[in-house]
Every structure is written in structure tokens, then in C-alpha cells.
């Protein structure tokens, strides 16, 4: 139908696609084995989609806009778009957090795992692009917008950002005390390694960027989140400085988690509602009976 019938259509095309039935063959057979996955994601069936596909979906989709429709066809009826609802509701009295600041006050960590090198006085200087220092600061930084975003978005969000760091926290602490036992060479992965959060942090650093935020000092360019970066534990200069900020880290994280848990287990047992959602089925079960407006 696309190219009457012939499966080369698009080997002479800029998208050089040989064999039409091919691709969209290989493309069904990946949708297949995605499906048998247990905890699939859409983003893990795009990945493994061949090139060649999205070649051709993009050379056959037309964007088109309302009002280049209604210069083709004329005059039309849409539906009417509305101003979006903007509600900020402080998350609260997750478990012995009252309020927002004592939320707050709760991630006021130095998440000293993803930051060694500020613990190795003697490197050499290099410049800005190179210094570990600065990559690892930056790292941080997002981290923490990252935290108030997942915060923002929903506390379930917010709890497994939370364990994803104190995970890496524990992990980083039973490194450094092999380390002081044993004295052997053990290098130490700063950087995130789940592809959940890297991507999450890549988006909280386009955000960052976008918002035209100034800082006293400059930011990097071209930094990386995700790719190993190993720091080796004999580096450190006072490795016991080290594993008390860790220590300190993973006390306080594992405080919030145990409160976020006592949340979850509220909700579960009826004892408690999430204010957030309750206040989104609110405004949607307003607006199906006051709008006159209907898009379903």
C-alpha cells in the first residue's frame, strides 16, 4: 500500500530501507519477545527497535497542526483547549515528618558516596573540564533537584529515589570497610548507574540549564551522568572521614525510608489517603460534570 506493492519501495530512498516486509517482521518479532517480559517498559521496546524503523516512521508521519488543517480544508470545529489547573499541595505527615520542612530537613545529606574526590587532597590541578571535583558536585547538585522533583511529583516517586540512593550508600560503605580490613586496591563507582535515574537526571539537568540558573561557579560542560568514573579507595587521603560522612548519609536516608514506609503501610491499611491524588480525583471528577466541553 505504501509503495504499491513493492517491497523495495524505499531502497533508493534517503532511508535506504531494502525489504519493507523485513523491517516491519523484525519489528513485530521484538514487539513479541517484549511482551513476555514480566516488568516491561516502553522504553526498553523502543531501545531494541531497529534504526531502520523509526527511519521510516519518521519520513511518513505528518505532523500536522490545527492550523494547517484548516488552510487545507478549511474552517473546522476542535475542541476547546483550557487554561491548566496549577495546585501545589506540601506533602505532609509522612510517618514522624509533620511538615514539609521537617521532609526538608530530612534530605539535608552530603550524599558523600557520589562525591570522593573532595575527599583526595593531593590530585593535581586540571582544568574545569577534567576536575573530578566539579563533575561530582554537579552530580550532586542534580541529585538533589532530582530529590525535589520526585518530591513534587508523588511520594512514591520521591521513596524509590530515596532507597536507589541509600542503596548506592551501602554499597559504597561495605567497599570502604573491605578497604580498611583487607588494605587491598578497591575502586569506588560515584557516578548512578540505574538507567532510571540517569535519565531522570539528565532531564533534571536540561531543566536546570533551561532555566537560565546562575551559580558562583561554573558549571562543567559536557558532563556525563552514568559512565564509571571509578575512584580507588587508597586515594583517599583520610578514608575514616570518609566512612563517617557515608555512615552519617545512610543514617539519615535510612530514617526517611523507614518514615515513607510507615506511609505506604497507612495507605495500605486505610489509615491514611494521599492528599495529592485525592486532590487530582477531585478536579477530574469536577470537571466530568461541569464541562460542556467534552473531548470523550
Do not use: C
Not at 108 to 137: F, G, H, M
Request: net charge negative; no cysteine; aromatic share 8%.
Amino acid at each position: 500500500m505504501i509503495k504499491k506493492g513493492f517491497d523495495d519501495g524505499f531502497k533508493e530512498s534517503e532511508i535506504g530501507i531494502k525489504s519493507l516486509q523485513n523491517i516491519f517482521a523484525n519489528a513485530q518479532k521484538e514487539y513479541k519477545n517484549w511482551q513476555n517480559l514480566e516488568n516491561r517498559k516502553i522504553k526498553d521496546f523502543i531501545q531494541i527497535l531497529p534504526q531502520k524503523f523509526f527511519d521510516l516512521t519518521d519520513a511518513l508521519i505528518v505532523a500536522r497542526t490545527r492550523k494547517l488543517i484548516e488552510n487545507e480544508f478549511g474552517a473546522m470545529s476542535f475542541p476547546e483547549k483550557e487554561i491548566p489547573i496549577n495546585e501545589y499541595i506540601n506533602p505532609e505527615n509522612i510517618g514522624n515528618l509533620k511538615t514539609f520542612d521537617d521532609i526538608l530537613d530530612a534530605i539535608k545529606v552530603n550524599l558523600t558516596a557520589y562525591r570522593p574526590s573532595e575527599y583526595i587532597t593531593d590530585e593535581k590541578p586540571v582544568s574545569v573540564l577534567e576536575d573530578p571535583r566539579q563533575r561530582e558536585k554537579f552530580l550532586v547538585k542534580m541529585m538533589f533537584i532530582l530529590l525535589m522533583k520526585r518530591l513534587e511529583s508523588s511520594w512514591f516517586s520521591f521513596k524509590n529515589t530515596v532507597e536507589n540512593i541509600l542503596t548506592h550508600h551501602e554499597k559504597a560503605l561495605v567497599k570502604v570497610n573491605s578497604y580498611i580490613e583487607s588494605q587491598q586496591s578497591i575502586d569506588l563507582e560515584p557516578d548512578i548507574m540505574d538507567k532510571d535515574v540517569i535519565e531522570d537526571l539528565e532531564q533534571a539537568a536540561m531543566d536546570y540549564a533551561a532555566a537560565g540558573i546562575e551559580e558562583d561557579t561554573d558549571l562543567p560542560g559536557g558532563l556525563s551522568l552514568g559512565k564509571k568514573n571509578p575512584v580507588f579507595l587508597s586515594a583517599i587521603t583520610d578514608i575514616n572521614h570518609f566512612k563517617n560522612h557515608l555512615e552519617e548519609d545512610i543514617a539519615k536516608f535510612t530514617i526517611l525510608k523507614e518514615n515513607l514506609k510507615a506511609y505506604e503501610q497507612e495507605l495500605i491499611d486505610n489509615k491514611k489517603t494521599d492528599n495529592k491524588l485525592d486532590k487530582l480525583v477531585w478536579h477530574i471528577e469536577k470537571k466530568r460534570k461541569e464541562r460542556s466541553n467534552r473531548k470523550v
